[in-house]
């Protein structure tokens, strides 16, 4: 039975079958790699891969946490042994083979750490801090600088110190260097945009609060009830204004902080401010930066209303526009100088609208150029500013 024809045919067909599938498999792979291009196409690459996955878990700074995970693309890259990362203060990653020269590494390093120059090291220097180096002969220790300071450093170790891995390490503290370095800038950016709501928060304390006191002392004879409604907003305004944590709120809250500053407003000029609210309900959970609002409704009350002869109206809208929430606060009073506004803006200017330039920073240092302030303004025409914010931002906590 096994010699029949019908056997050997069925055999004959699984085996061409099996034959068709590994040639089909075998040319798919082939055309995977010729995709890739050259040699040093796939070498660099895999170059950029590794560094780009290095460089995210560096852009939080020197830390034990980011340096494990980037220690082993940085091996990679190097080629080496096993490598380390440390700071001034340790070491703080080692991936890799001979760990037992980890214990004596910060002695070794202690001279690139303070003249900030790349050293070589060979195999009578690590056998005198540890006899068991293995198959470990020698090591690279370069400097990580983070402007005119030395931070931190790499270490290399491998079998023989070449010329090129001498200068591969070196490098690559180099580019360790700028994702330092581009932390540092990410903090002091963090540090610049807290100073600035110090700022607005120093510019609310003269104006508004010694003018809501004023209004609210005016109503305790005449008017009792509305006086301690009055002091109940303010404080609830103060409250908010002066909290001191976080750097982002909701439009819902930050809409309330504008209610209650409004309501201290109209008990000083009266009739004098008008307001419309056109708020579309499904932008209310936009995270916004804190303060964002305030200053620019507080400027179109005292630079906009305030100088005008009779009553002034304000309109404050909030939209969906797909991905972004827009929100305009437009004013009838007396506008700006578009000159003089733009060199304010950009920060040529002092004095009056420090708010605006606040604002219009804040929003430039969170979300990029494209989304500063859009003011439309003219002497006599009143001021339309317009805010253009993301719905969603999951690094952002409100």
Request: hydrophobic fraction near 45%; proline fraction near 4%; charged fraction near 20%.
């Amino acid at each position: 039975m096994p010699d029949s024809p019908l056997y050997s045919a069925a055999a004959v067909a699984v085996i061409a079958l099996a034959v068709a599938v590994v040639v089909a498999v075998g040319l798919k792979v082939l055309r995977s790699f010729r995709e890739l291009g050259t040699d040093a196409e796939r070498a660099t690459y895999n170059t950029l891969h590794a560094a780009s996955k290095a460089g995210r878990h560096l852009r939080t700074g020197l830390n034990p946490a980011g340096a494990a995970k980037a220690s082993r693309q940085l091996r990679t890259l190097l080629g080496c042994d096993a490598l380390a990362i440390l700071d001034v203060s340790g070491v703080l990653a080692w991936d890799g083979t001979a760990e037992e020269l980890r214990p004596g590494l910060m002695e070794l390093a202690a001279d690139v750490l303070s003249n900030g120059r790349t050293q070589v090291f060979n195999a009578a220097d690590l056998q005198l801090r540890s006899p068991k180096s293995g198959s470990v002969a020698a090591a690279v220790v370069a400097p990580v600088r983070a402007g005119s300071r030395v931070v931190g450093a790499i270490a290399a170790f491998a079998p023989q110190a070449g010329a090129g891995l001498v200068r591969a390490t070196t490098e690559v503290a180099d580019w360790v260097a700028a994702q330092v370095e581009l932390a540092e800038l990410d903090a002091s950016r963090t540090l610049l945009m807290e100073a600035e709501v110090r700022a607005l928060r120093a510019q609310i304390s003269p104006h508004f609060i010694y003018n809501s006191l004023n209004a609210i002392a005016s109503f305790i004879n005449t008017d009792p009830a509305r006086a301690r409604e009055l002091v109940v907003e303010f404080a609830d305004f103060t409250r908010y204004s002066f909290r001191r944590h976080g750097d982002f709120t909701t439009l819902a809250e930050e809409l309330r902080c504008i209610d209650r500053y409004l309501l201290l407003e109209r008990a000083r000029f009266g009739e004098r401010v008008q307001v419309s609210l056109r708020i579309a309900p499904e932008v209310l959970s936009t995270v916004i930066p804190f303060l964002s609002l305030q200053p620019l409704v507080e400027n179109a009350v005292r630079h906009g209303l305030e100088a005008k002869e009779g009553p002034g109206h304000i309109t404050i809208s909030a939209n969906d526009s797909g991905a972004f929430a827009e929100v305009t606060i437009e004013d009838d009073g007396v506008g700006m100088d578009p000159v003089q506004l733009q060199s304010m803006l950009a920060g040529h200017l002092d004095g009056e609208h420090v708010g605006l330039r606040n604002v219009d920073a804040r929003l430039r240092q969170v979300y990029g150029d494209e989304h500063g302030l859009v003011i439309e303004t003219a002497p006599g025409e009143g001021t339309l500013i317009t805010m253009r914010v993301p719905k969603s931002q999951p690094d952002h906590d409100a």
